[in-house]
């Protein structure tokens, strides 16, 4: 655990603008880490018991943007996600169960790509994509990172995002903003 979450500090490193400045001070980078399986008691920032489980994340939390009123109105992966893609409830997208949004919602990822990001996911891509128009820069889904339990792929995978970033030509000149998002699938997944 301690090699999964020493990758993911020195990730939010590069993106808190230690390793990459952001030329755009007005677009921040965005970074949206998603799990299965996950409640507010899990993570020693929102109080979980023992409070030393989770540090790294906690650290992290704590130099970022802290959500403690965000629930999910469905109890699977897909919807939930699909309620933090487009920013409506299943009922009001279309994006009820496993099935897809309708075409006409508005998402965050095509949404900010528009505005010069850069948008990149790592695990669970269909899960995270609720509708086909929503197209990702740059994704890897779990059977390309060891099955969502390599962190040496994870980082890797970062690294190369990253570099992206960097290099994307945009109507901006050269994008640094950039949005990604971790998608962990439950503890006990397996394929």
């Given at each position: 655990?301690?090699?999964i979450m020493?990758?993911?500090v020195l990730f939010a490193a590069a993106l808190s603008g230690i390793l990459i400045p952001n030329v755009f001070a007005d677009q921040p980078n965005i970074l949206l880490f998603t799990a299965d399986d996950l409640h507010t008691e899990s993570l020693g920032v929102y109080g979980g018991k023992p409070a030393d489980l989770t540090p790294n994340l906690d650290a992290f939390a704590a130099e970022g943007m802290l959500f403690t009123r965000a629930h999910v109105n469905a109890?699977?992966?897909a919807p939930c996600r699909a309620v933090i893609a487009t920013g409506r409830y299943s009922h009001r997208s279309g994006a009820m169960g496993f099935?897809?949004?309708r075409e006409d919602v508005p998402d965050i990822v095509t949404t900010l790509k528009a505005a010069g990001y850069h948008a990149g996911i790592l695990g669970k891509v269909?899960?995270?994509t609720p509708k086909t128009s929503m197209q990702w820069d740059y994704e890897f889904d779990q059977k390309d990172l060891g099955n969502g339990r390599n962190p040496n792929i994870y980082y890797q995978r970062s690294q190369v995002f990253l570099?992206?970033?960097?290099a994307a030509k945009k109507p901006r000149a050269l994008t640094e903003s950039l949005y990604f998002q971790f998608s962990v699938g439950s503890p006990g997944f397996q394929p």
């Open positions: 655990m301690n090699n020493r990758h993911i109890a699977i992966c099935m897809s949004a269909g899960h995270s570099k992206e970033c960097r």
